[in-house]
Each structure stands twice: as C-alpha cells, then as structure tokens.
C-alpha cells in the first residue's frame, strides 16, 4: 500500500504563526501500511516571496530535520511541503500539503513605537481590578495585501477590531513567569481590516497579572499593579507599504459592563452598561468622553513568542439534569467534572440578576462549596430587557459538575439545554493516546484521568481547577508526565513550562526549584518548599518529554535545569543524601494520612526523598550520555553507585527496607536499590505479601503511585497489580468511579462512602496525581511504549490479566498512527499490530515471552495460553 505524508510540522508548535525561530525545525508524520517501508531521503520545497527551492538531502530522520535554507526574517511567511523517498524498491510518497510557517516580531525594535498602556485612572490597588476597554481608531486609504496583530496584556485580554473578535484564544496570553518572560500572540487579521475607517479595540481583566493567586487569599498585584495593553497591529498595502498602529498615547480607555473578573472568584457582567459603549472596536465610535491612557513602563519579562498551544473552547457540555435542591435551589448537573464556564442565552426584564455558584460535587443535596476554600466560583449577569442575550464569561474559568443558578427568568426563558451549556476550556494541545478495554470501570476510569488532564492543563500544568490554588505545583506534573505525553502531544506546553521552571531556579543562584512554577509571590524564597518528587521534575520531565518526542535540542535546553538541582539546589548531608533537616512532602497524602494533615504518610519522608535522588542521578547519567557528555555520565554514574550504598546503609538492614509499607518496596524495586537477586526476590515477595495482607487496596500517595505498577511488572507480579486496579472498595482508582467520580481525585477518599465529603482542606475531585496509573495501563494492559526515544522503535508487550478479555490501544507517533488489538479468544490470544513507516518495532508476546522485530506494516499473531 502506498505511503504519503499525512502532516508537516514546525518544531513543536500545532500552528507555526508568530513563532519564536527563524530556522524553525521540520517533521512530517505518514500514512500507509507499506511493509518495511524505510525513508533513504526526501525533499523539502521551499517557497519565499512566490520563489521556489528545492532541497534534497540523503537521510531517514524525518522528526525535527533542520531548515535547509537561510533564516526567515521578522514576519516573513514561506510555505513549505515534502516529499520522503523509500530504500531500493520503495515508492516515494507524493508531495505533503502545503504549510505555513511564519516567525513573529524576533527583535525588540520590531516593535517600534508600542508601548504598555494603561487607563489614566486611579487602579484598584487592594481589591479586585475592574477590568479596561481600549481602544483607537485609524484609517486605511489603500487596498490591503495582510494584516498581523501582535499583542499581549497586564492582565488577560480579549481583543476586536471593527467590532469582530480576534482569534479564538481565551485566557490569552496565558501564565507564565511574567517577570522572566512575557508571551504575545500573533494573529492574521486580514479579513477584519477593510479600506476606510477602521478600531481596534481589546479587553482587559486582571488575570493571573495582578489577581489574587495562591491558597487563602494570600497575594495580590504579583506582577504589577495596574491592567495594561501592549499590541502592534501591522497592515501591510498592495503596494508593498505598511501601515502600523502601535499602543502608545493616541489610544482611549474606559470601565464598561464587564464589571469584574477575577482567576478564583468569577465575573460579573451588566449588559445594561452596553449601551455607553456600543460600536467601541469600530472606526465610527465617539470616544470623546473616554479616558485618555497612561504609558507604563517597560514589561519586566522578556517579549517571547508562545511555545506552547493556546487556551481555547475546545468543547461544549449540556445539562444531564436540572432539578431542586432540598432548600429548593435550582442545581444543574452537566454530568462531567469540567474546567470552563458557561454559556446562557436569556431574555427577561431589565435589570434582572441571574448568578452562578459552581461546584464538583453535592453534599446533602446541595452545592458542596467547602472544598472550595476562599474562592468564590460565582459569576453574575444583569440583563439588559433587550431580548434574546448571550453572554459567557471571558477572563475566568472554574472547576465543576454542578451549577447553582439563581435568578433566572424562568417565565421568560425555559432554562434547558438550549438555554445554558458548559463550555470546556483547556491549552488545545493534539490528542494523541486512546485506550478501550472488556473492562467497563476501567474504561470509564479511564475517561477520568483524561479529564482531569484536560481540566488542569490550563497554560501552565495546575494541581485543580476549582478551589483558591490552582497552581503548577511540580510534583504533580512530576508523577503525571508520562501519562500526559500518551495523551496529547504535550511538547510545546512542556517547554513553555520548564523555561519559568528554569528561570526561577536562578533567583538568587540558588538552584531551588520552588514548590510550583510560577512562584507566588515572585522571586520568593523557593528554598523554603524544595523537596523531593517535586524539585525532581527538573530531571524526570525532561528525560520523559526526550524519551516521547525525542528532541535533542530541547533535551540539551533543559540539561541545565536538571544538572543545577542535583548539583546545587538539594541540601545534603555528607554522605551525600537528603539533609535530614530539609523539608519533604514524602509519600503525599498516602490513603493513612489524616484528613488535617496530608505529608504524615506511612513511610519515612526523607525515604522518599533518597530513593527519588538516586533515580534522578541515575536519569541524569542517561541524559548526559544522550547529549554525548561523557565525562559527566562518568560522574553522575560514580554519584549514583555512592548513592545506592549510602541508601543501604541509611534505610536497609539485612535487606529489609526501614518501612514496610507498598512504596518503600516499589521504590526499591522499580529504582534499582536491592542489589542482589536474593535481596530483589526477598523484597518482592515482601511487597506482594504487603498487598495480598491489604486486601490489594492501594497503599501508596503520590510519590509511590507511578512506580508501584511497573515495579510489579519487573518480578513477574503483574496478576497482583491487575487485583489492585480492579479493586472498587476504598482506597482504590476504581472506588472514585463506582462513587460516580468523573475525573480523578486528590485523596483516595475526596467523597466517603456515606457520601460526605472528606474534611480535609486537601479535598479536591479533579487532581490529575493518581492518575498516573495510566501510564503502566497504556504499557502494560495497552502494550505500547516507546523502545526508543521518539518512537523511533516501538515496544509492544501487551500482558493481558484480571479478567479483561481484549483491549485496544492507538498512539499518533512522531511517525505515524501506531495501534495494538489484542482479544483472548478461547485458549487462543490474538493480537493485531500496526507500525507506522519509517519505524520499527519489538513485540513481545504473551504466554512464552516469545518476541519479534518487524518494520513498518500490519501485522497479526496467535499464541496458546
């Protein structure tokens, strides 16, 4: 069967507008199930200024090849396709389609004369910001060849130009360390310029800026104190002129109905001030009576490029049921636990207040708001009595399942399904990874920890969407990497995230990695929550991200990070190990931690802490060698071997670890700590009689969850990690999803059995950490892993147990649709593989072990059991 190129692509980036690289690397992704179909070279055409070049290079690489021609300048757009040419006796693919790619403003005179605006007004310094409306007009006298729009905020903004809006971004620019850098987006906005008078005009709320972040209300006005506006919209003429219209003096601003708008409290919109401020982003407008505008100083933060997707509506929820509280409140269940907001359209008198309370679960049949702590999750809308309206918050989201609606006109607008849906709102990465099986609660478990990563990957990587926290705590991301990088090629948004990783580790030259990135408030003291598990993403996620994407440059980007924490950012005792003194989350909230206080796990934390550092030093050995550094393999491998004797002695006697417990076993094991084959079946014997005793109920918190599975898996355990998965009783994956939990939990026990909810102020039911599992169930149940980083060569080694009868599982690779189908039939395991081209794969079947390389192709086999 043929092959053909099914996507061209430019580093890492979804759309290739507005990027930060001026020789931005290419990849291409087939199509087809050609046997051993190999790549010998291909072609990349190239067409600048209606110009084009051919290039043709001898090679099989075709992931991130470099740009073969001369770098791209400021806004200049090329197109670009190509063609792959198989071995002897191979077809070449056709030419792909055509891609665009274009850089954005690459120095800062680019800009020109913008500068940061804000409202000639007194700011709301120690409340809630009311959020600004900018605006400008400006004439076009001649016809229009493009337009680009180059823009970011102080703030979250939403822009307009002759009263359309711009793009579909939502929260946009996003989070990031603002002081270190700063992201604007690029927008074609050719088809809302039109000959003759023209406004541009944009929305700013306080957003992650200047709004209050962080658990109980602690810290304002993190970034600045002011709402601000930075945009440079450049119109370039048929005749090869360009016009620019910079943020600067000339522009007007004004409050208007948008009220207020904060990240954990909601908004609150008045359409009845629309009317002050009809026709704002259009040519037309009489801005007389507006505000004139302030220059603000320069943006701390580097101007950059995004590297990452940006945050959109990516889907939409209607209401499963809408019914009565017990004190006769109108509830809404949407029957999934989203992060968005939602979308009504009313009529009904002026003047009338129709507000939303938003929550994950009930207690007693009502709105269970506890678990939200200090944060308010309540928008309000006041209408206008102008008929039919339809309104959606623009510059918050929340988390939740269930809305309470109060005030809405019901003798106006029947409140239903067409009248109200939830609006899904995450960083629109590709979806990537799926996974079916026989087992339905597995599949619906499933399902969860797919939602809980759509709910959390909101800019930065969160720990929950709902409550006054919502911030990019490391160890989360840390255990939930792998898993991630299955489910949506998560590059891009990785990269955006390890850069503030990076740059708050270099506050003060301490090499600390703080507790969540970005800190709050900025430039604190990190030392103060660096620990174990959390610090080590600097080490694990790049090591991860490398084995799925297979990017050497962004490998070696990061190498820094990873290296300043093992070297300088852990406090050690001599021997090398944690100091004892050093502050550790351990074995978080493990299912015997008290409600009141989530760090008292079972196993020591400092345990923890020594196991993980040997891993991380042991990853960093691997990292080195990839990046060709030798020397300093040899000296991460010298560290490592001291490590593992130092732990010994610190935590085993006699071969038995300090603590009983499933982590300290599935640490050791999976992390390589019994050095011996007696010691290593001894302590798997141990860990296995641990789990039977516990009636093969999870005993992990979220630094032994990730590896207890594939630590199993290593001694030939598997049917006993198959028991635990299963396992519907609490603490358990699959007890959330009998309790009718639609994504995953941060404990075990968010909801107890009689239906309350935990007392605990760690009570969140949309924490992605434990779903971590997902990873050894792709592996393992799925089969299917990368044998190579990149995918290059692909492992599959589905091992079938506990009863499910088949599965499925489909990965989009660098290269290409990978799948395994494997169905017990009988006596008889059938398995149907499909390898994409240009790769290879191992496979590994069950019942004998018995393992085949095979190309690119179909493929189908049957063993006995």
């Known amino acids: 069967m043929a092959v053909s190129i099914s996507q061209l692509s430019f580093e890492h980036h979804r759309e290739a507008l507005g990027i930060a690289e001026s020789k931005p690397r290419i ?22 200024n209606g110009v084009p070049q051919v290039f043709s290079v001898d090679s099989s690489d075709s992931i991130l090849v470099p740009w073969p021609d001369t770098a791209l300048e400021t806004a ?60 400008k007009s400006f004439a076009v006298d001649k016809e229009i060849e493009s337009a680009r729009l180059y823009i970011t905020a102080l703030g979250v903004y939403e822009a307009e130009i002759n009263g359309q809006t711009v793009g579909d971004r939502v929260m946009a620019p996003g989070w990031q360390s603002y002081n270190n850098r700063h992201v604007y987006d690029t927008y074609d906005v050719t088809d809302l310029i039109k000959q003759g008078n023209n406004g541009i005009g944009a929305t700013v709320a306080e957003g992650w800026f200047s709004g209050m972040l962080s ?33 600067d003096a000339s522009w007007q601003a004004n409050t208007g109905p948008t009220v207020s708008s904060e990240i954990y409290n909601g908004e609150t919109y008045d359409s009845r001030l629309e009317a002050q401020i009809a026709g704002w982003s259009s040519g037309s407008f009489n801005g007389t009576n507006w505000l004139a505008v302030k220059k603000l100083p320069s943006l701390k933060g580097k101007l950059t490029p995004p590297d990452g997707p940006p945050v959109r509506r990516v889907e939409e929820v209607k209401p499963q049921r809408i019914f009565k509280s017990p004190s006769n409140k109108t509830l809404i269940d949407f029957g999934q636990n989203v992060a968005g907001r939602l979308r009504i359209s009313v009529s009904g008198p002026r003047g009338t207040n129709i507000t939303f309370h938003h929550a994950e679960v009930l207690e007693n049949g009502e709105l269970a708001l506890r678990p939200l ?47 109200i849906t939830a609006v899904v709102v995450h960083s629109d990465m590709e979806r990537t990874g799926w996974f079916e ?91 103060q929550g660096a620990a174990a598990v959390w610090g080590d993403v600097t080490v694990a996620g790049p090591y991860n991200h ?77 990292i080195s060698t990839a990046l060709g550094h030798g020397d300093l393999a040899t000296k991460y491998r010298e560290q490592h071997t001291n490590l593992v004797d130092e732990f010994r002695k610190a935590w085993l006697t006699n071969g038995a670890m300090a603590n009983r417990t499933q982590t300290a076993y599935a640490l050791g094991l999976h992390f390589g700590l019994f050095t011996t084959e007696e010691e290593r079946s001894a302590a798997g014997d141990t860990l296995r009689s641990i789990i039977a005793d516990n009636d093969y109920l999870v005993g992990t918190g979220f630094a032994g969850t990730p590896p207890l599975g594939f630590a199993l898996a290593e001694i030939g355990a598997t049917d006993d990690f198959y028991s635990m998965l299963l396992q519907t009783k609490v603490p358990s994956w699959l007890y959330q999803v009998v309790q009718n939990g639609t994504t ?18 760690m009570t969140s039911f949309n924490h992605y950490a434990f779903g971590s599992v997902a990873d050894w ?74 393992t085949r390389e095979v190309g690119s192709g179909q493929y189908k086999f049957q063993v006995s059991r």
């Open 546 to 622: 490398y084995q799925a994407y297979g990017d050497l440059d962004i490998l070696a980007e990061q190498f820094a990070q990873a290296r300043g924490w093992i070297d300088t950012g852990i406090p050690r005792e001599d021997t090398g190990l944690w100091d004892r003194d050093s502050f550790q989350y351990g074995d978080w909230l493990d299912p015997k931690s008290p409600p009141d206080n989530p760090g008292d796990a079972t196993t020591a934390t400092h345990l923890v802490a020594d196991a993980y550092l040997v891993r991380m030093t042991e990853l960093l050995v691997n």
């Open 373 to 419: 702590r200090f944060a308010k999750a309540t928008d309000s809308f006041i209408l206008n009595g102008n008929g039919i309206q339809t309104w959606e918050p623009r510059f918050t989201t929340h988390g939740f399942r269930y809305a309470q609606v109060d005030g809405w006109p019901e003798t106006s607008t029947p409140l239903d399904g067409n009248s």
């Open 215 to 247: 658990f109980g209300n602690q810290y304002r006005n993190n970034y600045g104190d002011t709402i601000g506006l930075l945009s440079l919209l450049v119109v370039t003429l048929e005749d090869g002129t360009k016009l620019e219209i910079p943020t």
């Open 27 to 48: 990849s291409w992704r087939f199509e087809g199930v050609a046997p051993n179909w190999t790549q010998s070279g291909y072609d990349i055409e190239i067409l600048r």
């Open 744 to 761: 995953t939990w941060e404990r075990w026990d968010s909801l107890l059995q009689n239906g309350s909810v935990n007392s605990g102020e």
């Open 76 to 135: 200049e757009e090329a197109r670009v396709r190509a063609r792959a040419h198989g071995n002897q006796d191979q077809a070449s693919t056709p030419w792909s389609d055509w891609a665009s790619v274009e850089p954005g403003l690459l120095n800062e005179t680019d800009w020109g004369s913008a500068i940061p605006i804000a409202a000639d007004r007194e700011t709301e310094v120690n409340g809630p910001k009311r959020p600004i409306y900018f605006r």
């Open 437 to 527: 099986c026989s087992h339905a609660l597995l599949n619906k478990f499933h399902q969860n920890v797919l939602w809980s990563m759509r709910g959390n990957f909101i800019s930065i990587p969160t720990d929950c969407p709902q409550r006054d926290e919502r911030l990019g705590w490391t160890g989360d991301a840390h255990a939930f990497g792998p898993t991630a990088d299955y489910l949506y090629n998560t590059a891009g948004f990785w990269r955006s995230w390890h850069r503030d990783v990076w740059s708050e580790m270099q506050v003060n030259g301490s090499m600390s990695v703080p507790p969540f990135v970005p800190i709050v408030p900025p430039n604190a003291d990190s030392k």
């Open 777 to 850: 169930i792709h592996q393992v149940i799925g089969g299917l892993a990368p044998a190579e980083p990149g995918w290059k060569t692909i492992k599959i080694a589905p091992v079938p147990g506990g009863n499910i009868t088949s599965a499925n599982s489909r990965f989009i690779s660098p290269y290409g649709e990978v799948s395994v189908r494997w169905e017990l039939n009988g006596d008889s395991f059938d398995l149907e593989v499909t390898v994409p081209p240009n790769t290879n794969a191992v496979i590994t079947l069950p019942y004998g072990n018995v």
